[in-house]
């Protein structure tokens, strides 16, 4: 067995010197500083102390403030945070399994078709972002949050222009952030955002805990019993996040003159869970979107009963489970395509033992990845409902809106921050050899 590669002290130092991990690393902490410091700078024109109490009443803005580091409830220029574009990735994504011309773009339109599609989707975050936005500004006045605009008195058209156009801008800058720590940084932008956005909002949560045991609506061990359930749920996934199966492949052998080549073994690695943090942050996404929209609009009568369904635990369950399987199977069709796969095996003479090249072995493929697909999806899905039971059990509700999702969030991160690192270290180690 051939060891894992691991990142030891003297390693460390030495990427930190490689001049090109060096400037992913401070570009990222400095695109993130920039996020974190607009978070500070609230939407003018507002009373804090209806928008605090507001935040106490809802559950449901705490979730979604949540995703936006502390940004909602501070009512920032940046409070629509990352959802409005996850929201139009989802849509695209979506769309271009169904419309010919999108999935033309994707698979045959190389990097211009990319860059098409990564256009309309920021035309649409746009689009969604000024939607959400509005309904936002309207629910702040009807909930008496605006100053010198009493929820009596006329629409203030101006404040909802104004609030718009700010609220739309802050989304367009987390969206242009995410893409530029995607391209010149560390990790995926958008999951290090919200990643950074849930980290920021641990000493809240923490304190709001440490009030609840004062006040003596909890007690210490019922408050480590719910921590000890969270550092085994942490133990789960980072274990669960590595399983694969490894399906065996073996090219044929060549003869060139007097030698063979070829005849080599390696195999294809069919992630458990192959979506990785996708799935959850996705399912997040779609859920959030109505109910945020609800709490902005309450008079529609549709918004308002998804919203009491979501806001029963049970109900926002058993809808997360679902979206959690569905996401899970169309992000693996996403990531790999069996008949490709097959194809290009197929091509460079390689072939799975005990199947013939081409279909069969394009069907063999197919099934394992929709057995592994589903044995990951239950795995996520117990995995959202064990913290809820831990909370129900402890009675310690100030960490219930910082459950599982929040934890497969953070641990799905830092599991792919880790292993660009450990690429980095391969490649400094590659480097060194072949200087």
């Known amino acids: 067995m051939k060891k894992e590669q691991s990142i030891r002290p003297e390693a460390l130092l030495e990427m930190w010197q490689a001049s090109g991990l060096k400037f992913k690393i401070l570009f990222t902490l400095l695109m993130l500083f920039v996020v974190r410091f607009g978070v500070q700078i609230p939407v003018p024109g507002l009373n804090n102390d209806v928008i605090a109490n507001l935040f106490r009443q809802g559950s449901l803005l705490q979730f979604v403030d949540l995703f936006a580091g502390g940004a909602l409830a501070k009512f920032s ?38 860059r098409q599609i990564a256009q309309i989707t920021r035309y649409l975050t ?6 959400q936005a509005v309904g936002m500004s309207v629910w702040l006045w009807r909930s008496g949050a605006v100053l010198a605009h009493p929820p009596t008195a006329a629409t203030p058209v101006l404040f909802i222009l104004t609030t718009t156009a700010v609220l739309v801008a802050g989304t367009t800058l987390i969206m242009w952030i995410g893409e530029l720590i995607t391209e010149h ?23 709001n805990t440490w009030e609840l045991v004062q006040n003596g609506g909890s007690n210490w061990f019922m408050v480590g019993l719910l921590l000890l359930s969270y550092l085994v749920l942490i133990l789960v996934v980072v274990y669960a996040s590595e399983g694969a199966r490894k399906i065996p492949v073996q090219s044929a052998k060549k003869q060139v003159g007097n030698r063979m080549y070829g005849g080599r073994g390696t195999y294809l690695p069919f992630r458990l869970n192959q979506g990785g943090v996708m799935p959850i942050i996705f399912a997040s996404s779609v859920l959030l979107f109505p109910a945020t929209l609800s709490q902005f609009a309450p008079n529609v009568g549709l918004l308002k009963t ?48 005990g199947y013939r090249p081409g279909r069969p072995t394009a069907e063999f493929l197919e099934r394992v990845l929709s057995r592994m697909t589903f044995c990951g999806a239950i795995f996520l899905a117990l995995i959202i409902i064990f913290p809820m039971a831990m909370v129900s059990l402890t009675g310690v509700t100030t960490l219930d809106r910082m459950g599982s999702t929040a934890v497969l969030i953070m641990v799905g991160v830092a599991i792919d921050l880790f292993n660009q690192l450990q690429t980095h270290l391969l490649a400094r180690q590659y480097e060194g050899f072949t200087s």
């Open 185 to 207: 940084g560390l990790g995926n932008g958008a999951s290090l955002l919200i990643f950074i956005g849930i980290v920021a909002s641990i000493p809240t949560y923490a304190s």
């Open 77 to 114: 220029i940046l409070a629509m945070g990352i959802i409005p574009y996850i929201n139009a990735s989802i849509i695209i994504q979506l769309m271009t399994s169904v419309v010919p011309k999108l999935e033309e773009m994707q698979k045959e339109g190389g990097e211009a078709g990319r």
């Open 306 to 353: 998804v919203t009491d369904f979501l806001n029963k635990q049970p109900g926002y369950g058993i809808l997360f489970v679902i979206m959690i399987f569905f996401f899970s199977f169309f992000y693996a069709s996403l990531v790999l395509n069996p008949q490709e796969i097959a194809n290009n095996l197929k091509r460079y003479g390689s072939y799975i033992p």
């Open 126 to 131: 746009i689009t969604l972002g000024t939607v």
